[in-house]
């Protein structure tokens, strides 16, 4: 009997009602038909709705009085658990850390099961850096979504994986489901605690790093192709095929402003987007075959720099803000003065630019493109000093470990490698992705790595060394 109380996520002994409810809501989640293109969770969801029904029909037949007094009482902890709950989000949101903590820790202790008050306990000890906590929080909420039977967006790590690839120093910690579409973007702030994702569903969502847990959701409108977060990680920025730039405030969740519209701004998608050193300025670029510059707290256009001939897919800002560099389908690398605009030189090459980013030290710059290689440029003068090759697909995105030693490329078989920049020397392939993967960056503590990919998922990794 306490099997089916389980299946159907009730307490033992709950009221007809309550079990009449819970039916109710599960047989709407699990539903076939929510999941018309994906087959295995179709099938997945007519086992579930078999075993959802089993335990109705049961209990329905097999009615249990519970005593009056245990009712009440078990209610009564139940009220105080959610009281407790309340106080704390208010308190984490006032930035009170410590009574937050106390607050969720009397919510899980009067109810054991309260997956909610496990993941947003998990959020501020992630805030305060206590990852190893917040990481058994973590685990707690997925073992009480197994136990429930409950579908989570974060998967637990394909153990029987890790273990066919001992020599891989990576292991693929969880999976992000929420999006349902193509996730085409990701960025970390600057401390390594949260991460954005963009995706042509619309949306742009906020997440903690160490937990998976996702901490909002910004309705953007239109397919989101690029997303960034300022050097503050206060802002989040994104675009779309709206031809609009929007920024998000990251810790209230609301809405900043439009940057563009129908009366100026970009005429196309705009592709990419990155904030500028200062705080004060982003540039964007686009289909329309230039680049933008913005002013963040009013708004304003500071200047549109054309003079490419196909659209910009990439843009990255040198550390110090002086140097804007872009890849574009015209099979050029473009580096310009960032305040004026001015051009210093173009890198003409015979395949596509789909990828530009710049290293810690700003000296050097990576590329991928096309041709399936990934390349070390030196800014100064413009020549290749490293050259990646070992991809068997286009080079779709490139990033940097915050030491400067690692280079990370992910390509459109679903393959992400890391490289040594030193020798070009391989370090690994990680292969759990099934579609292009669309971008991949590394933590700024360098034990935490994400991606994401056309296969609609973000993937989280953990160094098997750091954990």
Known sequence: MNQYYERLELEPGASPEEIKQAYRKLVKEWHPDRFP???????????????????????????????????????????????????GVKKAKQESYKEALDHFSQAIFLKPDYIEAYKYRGFVYSILGKDRKANADLRRVGELKRKWGQT???????????????????????????????????AIDPQGRIFSSSSYDGTVRLWQLSTGQQLRVFQHGSPVYCTAISPDGRIIASGGKDRTIQLWNA????????????????SDTVLTVAFHPDRKRLASASADRSVRLWKLNSGKELRQISGYGNAITSLAISPDGKILVTGSLEKAIKIRQFGSGQLVRSLRESYKILT????????????????????????????VIQTFAGHDALVSTVSFSKDGKTLLSGDGEGKIKLWQIETGAKICTLSEHEDRVMSVALSSGGNSLVSCSADRTIKIWWRSDSR
Do not use: M
């Not at 009615?63 to 009281?83: G, N």
């Not at 001992?166 to 292991?171: C, D, G, V, Y």
């Not at 940057?259 to 100026?264: A, P």
């Not at 590329?367 to 003068?381: F, M, P, Q």
């Open 152 to 186: 989570s967006t974060y998967s637990p790590p394909d153990r029987h994986r890790e273990q066919q690839n001992p020599n891989i120093p990576w292991s693929c910690a969880g999976t992000l489901r929420s999006h349902v579409n193509v996730v085409t973007a990701i």
């Open 356 to 383: 530009v980013a710049f290293s810690p030290d700003g000296e050097t710059f990576a590329s991928g493109g096309s041709d399936g290689v990934a390349r070390l440029w030196e800014l100064k003068t413009g020549r």
């Open 251 to 266: 810790q209230t969740g609301q809405h900043i402003r439009t940057l563009g519209g129908w009366f100026g701004g970009h």
């Open 37 to 87: 293109d994906e087959p295995q969770r179709q099938q997945q969801a007519e086992e579930k709705i078999k075993e959802i029904n089993e335990a109705y029909e049961y209990l329905k037949a097999h009615p249990v009085t519970v005593p009056k007094v245990e009712r009440q009482e078990r209610e009564k902890k139940a009220a105080e658990a959610e009281y407790h709950y309340q106080r």
